[in-house]
């Protein structure tokens, strides 16, 4: 499945044990496997309608996936672990409880509605390495030879936004991209958006994420590009933040939880034979 082209393999895996890093660096790979962006799994909770545990292509495990949350939605209705008729869908995640509001078209999920939960700035919940407990606005940093002023944001999982004149797709982000990641003000990586301010609230971004590399779209790199663009009044308290792969809603007037609209689609289904 497909939110925005970000795509992930997705297992119901209620009740059922494996090696998910392995298998997330198996399936992954876009030559000997599937191909995608890491493995979703949907596994039972205490605390809500079902839970989310997400693994990057590397294998490594975070803890949210904005994109990935819509369609694994989809995916837990149509694998019969929540009613069609529920509305919202309480989804535990590693960034706590969020609620998914699912559009329907046509007799399925086409879209959905998220609340993403507050973003977080203190530089220690993001975490990155600064002086003093402000925000990190418009922090320098330098990689390849080169200066970003960038803005911190967690939404459950770290973000590096900077915004550029330059286009976004003459940046070399498969370069710079991983620099960023492992930089080390990131004690725990982070995912880097570099953007154009296209004005009327459109902001043009492109997203070297943790752990996947260069991806078509990233649900929570959204949501903190549209945070970070309301901090600079960039845009008003709605943005359109448009990606390689289609475009996000965002939603966040400057205090509480961050609102995100974005399509789904199914891909295939199938059945992978573990050695």
């Given amino acids: 499945m497909h939110g925005a082209g970000n795509d992930y393999v997705y297992v119901d895996a209620r009740g059922q044990n494996a090696d998910w890093p392995a298998l997330s660096v198996a399936v992954s790979d876009r030559h000997t496997g599937i191909g995608s962006d890491g493995l979703i799994l949907l596994l039972g909770s205490d605390s809500a309608d079902f839970r989310m545990r997400m693994f990057n292509a590397d ?12 369609c694994l939605t989809r995916f837990a209705v149509e694998h019969g672990a929540v009613s069609p008729e529920k509305s919202p869908v309480v ?21 959905a509605r998220v609340s993403m939960g507050m973003p977080r700035l203190a530089p220690h919940e993001i975490p990155v390495v600064v002086d003093g407990d402000e925000a990190v606005v418009d922090h320098p940093i330098t990689v390849a030879s080169r200066e970003f002023k960038i803005t911190c944001v967690s939404m459950g999982n ?9 286009p976004v797709d003459d940046v070399r982000l498969d370069e710079i991209g991983p620099l960023v990641e492992h930089h080390p003000m990131f004690p725990q990586r982070v995912n880097f958006e570099i953007v154009n301010v296209l004005g009327d609230g459109r902001l043009r971004t492109r997203v070297w994420e943790r752990g996947s590399g260069l991806t078509m779209a990233c649900g929570t790199g959204a949501c903190a590009v549209a945070v970070a663009a ?4 960039h845009t008003q308290d709605r943005s359109i933040v448009e990606l390689p792969g289609g475009n996000l809603a965002i939603e966040w007037p400057g205090e509480g939880p961050v609102m995100m609209e974005g399509p789904v689609a199914s891909v295939f289904d199938g059945e992978w034979h573990c050695e």
Avoid at 91 to 101: H, R, S
Avoid at 230 to 233: F, K, L, P, V, W
């Fill in 230 to 233: 309301r901090m600079h009044a």
């Fill in 91 to 111: 989804v535990e995640t590693g960034a706590g409880n969020l609620e998914v509001t699912p559009v329907w078209h046509d007799g399925s999920i086409a879209a």
């Fill in 59 to 70: 294998g490594s495990e975070g803890e949210m996936c904005g994109n990935g949350i819509r």
């Fill in 158 to 166: 770290p973000h590096a936004v900077a915004f550029i004149d330059e």
